[in-house]
């Protein structure tokens, strides 16, 4: 069983930053690559971004490339998404998810576990 919590998420001003965070349990995180997505209200969820177990690959969604940067700390069980340069249409609730494999991917529907989300909201 894992267990995804994220925190960080709060209420800013246009070209402000934050950074979450998602704190994992279970020993299979230093081997499982890990996503961020989001959903704004009446959307779909998308992907945001992802890094594999290593941290040495990462892939962004073309809206945040060059603004938003994924990391992870395997001795703490955690990865992050450092957000820069926020927009309004950044505002949604950002999810966490693990992937079972080593690499990640922009489809949500290879990710088994799933955190409980966290608001941003970005205002003009």
């Known amino acids: 069983q894992v267990q995804l919590v994220e925190s960080g998420g709060g209420l800013v001003q246009a070209g402000d930053s934050l950074r979450l965070s998602c704190a994992a349990s279970g020993r299979t995180f230093r081997s499982s690559a890990m996503g961020w997505f989001r959903q704004a209200p009446g959307k779909e969820r998308e992907f945001v971004a992802t890094i594999s177990w290593s941290g040495g690959s990462t892939y962004y969604t073309d809206s945040v490339k060059g603004r938003f940067t994924i990391s992870r700390d395997n001795a703490k069980n955690t990865v992050y998404l450092q957000m820069n340069s926020l927009k309004p249409e950044d505002t949604a609730v950002y999810y966490c998810?693990?992937?079972?494999?080593?690499?990640?991917?922009?489809?949500?529907?290879?990710?088994?576990?799933w955190g409980q989300g966290t608001q941003v909201t970005v205002s003009s």
């Open positions: 998810a693990r992937r079972a494999y080593g690499f990640g991917s922009r489809l949500s529907y290879e990710y088994d576990y």
